[in-house]
C-alpha cells in the first residue's frame, strides 16, 4: 500500500491550493493524518497533524491560513492552503499511520511528496 498525494503546483503569493492525500488500496483503519514538508537546504518540518478524531494542530508558521481536514469515509487528508506565501514552497509529504488488517498494529507510511512553488 502507498500514500498518494496531489494538488501540488505553482501558484502567485496570495493564493490558495488544496492538498489531498488517500492510501492506495482500501485498509482496516487509519490513525493520526498530518502533512510535512521540506524546503530546499532544510530538514522535514510538520506542517499539521490531525487525530483520527478530528483533534489538529499546526505549525505557527501556518495557523490562520492552513486547514486540514479528513473524510474517514474516503480515508483522504486534505490540506487547504490560503493566503500561501513563498516561504511556503517545498515538497509536502503525507503521513499516516495505517492499520492494514485488523490483526496488524498502526504502521507509519509516508507518501512520495508533492511540491509546491509559491511565487509571482
Known amino acids: 500500500v502507498q500514500l498518494q498525494a496531489s494538488g501540488g503546483g505553482l501558484v502567485q503569493p496570495g493564493g490558495s491550493l488544496r492538498l489531498s492525500c488517500s492510501p492506495s488500496?482500501?485498509?482496516?483503519?487509519?490513525?493520526?493524518m498530518g502533512w510535512y514538508r521540506q524546503a530546499p537546504g532544510k530538514q522535514r518540518e510538520l506542517v499539521a497533524v490531525?487525530?483520527?478524531?478530528?483533534?489538529?494542530n499546526y505549525a505557527d508558521s501556518v495557523k490562520g491560513r492552513f486547514t486540514i481536514s479528513r473524510d474517514n469515509t474516503e480515508n483522504t487528508v486534505y490540506l487547504q492552503m490560503n493566503s500561501l506565501k513563498p516561504e511556503d514552497t517545498a515538497v509536502y509529504y503525507c503521513?499516516?499511520?495505517?492499520?492494514?488488517?485488523?490483526?496488524?498494529?498502526?504502521?507509519?507510511?509516508w507518501g512520495q511528496g508533492t511540491l509546491v512553488t509559491v511565487s509571482s
Open positions: 488500496r482500501s485498509i482496516f483503519s487509519i490513525g493520526a
Open positions: 490531525i487525530s483520527s478524531g478530528g483533534s489538529t
Open positions: 503521513n499516516a499511520g495505517l492499520r492494514l488488517l485488523s490483526t496488524t498494529g498502526y504502521l507509519d507510511y
